[in-house]
């Protein structure tokens, strides 16, 4: 079992930055998928980053690109996301997932991630 703790949710302004942190317990991170997935009231859970188990390669949403910065520090057994130049339309709850053998074709599927937490809630004022 990993337990899933989303810290750095918070009411910015447009144009702000954040960083959300998310710290794992249970189990080591280093052998786990990392992803941040986000949702609004009456909408599906979205993707927004990834980052597999192996290598460094990193992945985003659309929406994300340029800037939003998925990262992890094994040694802390915590994933971040750091996001930039918040804009109104980032306003979600804000959720972290992890999962073993996520190949890359699932990347962006919540259903390829076997551990959530329980979500941080980011509101973008414009």
């Known amino acids: 079992q990993v337990q899933l703790v989303e810290l750095g949710g918070g009411l910015v302004q447009a144009g702000d930055s954040l960083r959300l942190s998310c710290a794992a317990s249970?189990?080591?991170?280093?052998?786990?998928?990392v992803a941040w997935f986000r949702q609004t009231p009456g909408k599906e859970r979205e993707f927004v980053s990834a980052?597999?188990?192996?290598?460094?390669?990193?992945y985003y949403a659309d929406s994300g690109k340029g800037r939003f910065t998925i990262s992890r520090d094994n040694a802390k057994n915590t994933v971040y996301l750091q996001m930039n130049s918040l804009k109104p339309e980032d306003t979600a709850l804000y959720y972290c997932?992890?999962?073993?053998?996520?190949?890359?074709?699932?990347?962006?599927?919540?259903?390829?991630?076997?551990?959530w937490g329980q979500g941080t809630q980011v509101t973008v004022s414009s």
């Open positions: 997932a992890v999962g073993r053998g996520v190949i890359l074709s699932r990347v962006r599927e919540a259903g390829a991630y076997d551990y």
């Open positions: 249970g189990r080591t991170l280093s052998g786990y998928a």
């Open positions: 980052m597999r188990q192996t290598g460094t390669n990193t």
